[in-house]
């Protein structure tokens, strides 16, 4: 369980980041954070895995605060908590599976990790998480001879291979195209169902909000303006999010079977 | 003069810019004949002329008369010597490789944060840098004796400077997305320079430690001049002896294997980039 309690963020620069923020996330879940961007949605999840780290308030994740946390307790946190990023953060010159194995760092020591000595459970487990998203034929091809959703997939592949209890997206589909996005967010609604792992991804694009969420939280400036199972939003709610009226480039597109969700 | 046609003039109808804006050709103009004027005024003040040239050049009959014929008494010597020296440059370039790995770390900031230690490790290496490999080796000679360890210690702390700056700008200029990511999964500072900074810049370092060692053995027969061992210790004995015949042996000794040892090098560097 992931609980903000009234927690802010005055980034060194003074802008705010996050303002008085309650929410509280439960495991299982899949939550989408909507906004536009500079909305605080980056923010809000680099808080979860101290990328940033909050200035007032508490976070609590699995009741323990993480404010606090020093080097060895991030680590931990940090191990349990996987990431996917826009860019994918793969090492480019390095093979798919040496990206893969990356994810087990946290559970490694440094000095077999330093020499390559992962165990052939690690072995096992980053090759079946390759298999699960579909590209464990690219084995050993190296992470830049792929495409933009192809590396998103190493990227989750990756993640999978931590064995992370939650999962934070940053904005995982902001640089693919509407099918391959389709495709990744399938990929992650599919994993959280599978394995039970919270996943908390950044979106900006409505009707991939409307398809994926179990609950939508809307963020304005630093704050969040709205809440709530994703039955509970409509046009409106969006409306209220955003401060304006829906555009066109709100939305994604190109759902390949069940078409338009954005009523 | 020639090229009037391409001159933009007022009457035309077509305006035609000028390649650069004319403050920036006032600017060019000035900068050449500030360093004109430098040149002009450095020969005056050193008294050095053309003509000093040319006079110069009747004498190198002389000495080409002195280096010949070739004197291949002198070769088993030199090759015993000449193997002194490359195995000094592989011992320094060796060294300097590894310590350069901790150096470079520290010397670039996107890896060392702390800022006392960033700009110490910086300034040392700066420092080291700017000594001339000849002044290390008298150094070194004076503090170690003469022969080959001295030569050795100067070598190092030579390319040391040179592998921190190469190295570090590379540490530098590297994707820090992928270190990030590893950060974001728990993994330790080792952990993510191991696995996020290590092979980004494996190419350029894998280049850089040949190129120093390139230099290392050019350099090592020139320290040899100054008693730091090596085959330029033995050149400087033939030509105090004025052993002349010798010296050219040696001389084309030391091209044969430097160009070798440069082109084969090279070829790896290029497979490598």
New interface residues.
């Given amino acids: 369980m992931i609980e903000f309690k009234d927690l802010s963020l005055v980034y060194p620069n003074g802008h705010q980041g996050l303002k008085d923020v309650n929410v509280k996330i439960n495991d299982g879940e899949f939550v989408v954070i909507v906004g536009l961007s500079g909305a605080g949605k980056s923010t809000f999840i680099r808080s979860i ?1 101290r ?1 940033v780290t909050p200035t007032e308030g508490e976070l609590k994740v699995d009741d323990d605060n993480i404010l606090d946390y020093k ?1 060895r307790g991030l ?5 349990k ?3 996917i ?1 826009q ?1 994918y ?6 093979n798919v599976f ?1 990206n893969v194995l ?2 087990r ?4 020591g ?1 000095f077999r ?2 020499f390559n000595l992962f165990s052939q459970d690690d072995k096992a487990l980053a090759y079946e998480s390759l298999q699960r998203v579909n590209i464990d034929d690219k084995i050993y091809s190296r992470a830049d001879q792929l495409s933009g959703g192809q590396q998103q997939r190493v ?1 989750i592949a ?2 999978l291979t ?1 064995k992370p209890k939650y999962i934070l997206a940053d904005e995982p589909v902001a640089s693919l195209d509407p099918p391959t996005s389709h495709q990744v967010m399938t990929y992650l609604r599919k994993i959280n169902k599978e394995d039970g792992i919270t996943t908390i991804v950044n979106l900006h694009f409505i009707d991939m909000a409307m398809e994926y969420a179990d609950r939508i939280i809307g963020m304005r400036s630093g704050e969040v303006v709205f809440d709530g199972p994703v039955s509970e939003v409509t046009e409106e709610t969006f409306e209220e999010i955003y401060g304006r009226s829906i555009r066109e480039d709100d939305l994604r597109g190109g759902a390949e079977e069940d078409g338009e969700q954005n009523e | 003069m020639a090229n009037k046609m391409n001159k933009p003039t007022m009457n035309e109808d077509k305006y035609a810019p000028l390649l650069s804006p004319w403050r920036v050709k006032a600017k060019i103009s000035l900068i050449f004949f500030v360093i004109l004027f430098f040149l002009i005024y450095s020969s005056e003040q050193t008294g050095v002329n053309f003509a000093d040239l040319i006079w110069g050049l009747s004498n190198m009959g002389q000495i080409f008369d002195k280096l010949f014929p070739l004197n291949f008494d002198v070769l088993g010597p030199a090759f015993d010597r000449l193997f002194e020296t490359l195995h000094m440059a592989i011992i320094a370039s060796t060294f300097s490789t590894l310590i350069v790995i901790p150096v470079s770390l520290l010397a670039a900031h996107n890896i060392t944060s702390n800022w006392l230690v960033y700009n110490t490790t910086r300034l040392t290496m700066n420092v080291l840098r700017t000594i001339p490999d000849v002044v290390l080796a008298v150094i070194f000679v004076g503090i170690f004796g003469t022969g080959v360890f001295g030569g050795i210690v100067a070598l190092f702390i030579f390319s040391l400077g040179i592998l921190a700056k190469l190295i570090s700008e590379t540490i530098e200029s590297i994707d820090m997305q992928p270190v990030e990511a590893m950060r974001a999964s728990g993994a330790n500072t080792i952990q993510a320079i191991a696995y996020g900074v290590a092979p980004q810049i494996m190419p350029q370092f894998t280049s850089f430690s040949l190129y120093v060692f390139e230099i290392n053995v050019r350099a090592s027969v020139v320290i040899g001049l100054v008693g730091a061992g090596g085959i330029g210790q033995l050149l400087m004995n033939q030509f105090s002896f004025n052993n002349y015949g010798a010296v050219m042996t040696i001389i084309i000794v030391i091209f044969a294997v430097v160009i070798l040892i440069e082109y084969i090098s090279g070829k790896i560097r290029e497979a490598i980039l």
């Fill in positions: 895995n990328l080097s680590r931990d946190l940090r191990t908590v996987g990431m990023f860019s953060n793969l090492v480019k010159r390095n040496k990356a994810g760092l946290g559970h490694t440094t990790s330093v990227s990756r993640v931590q």
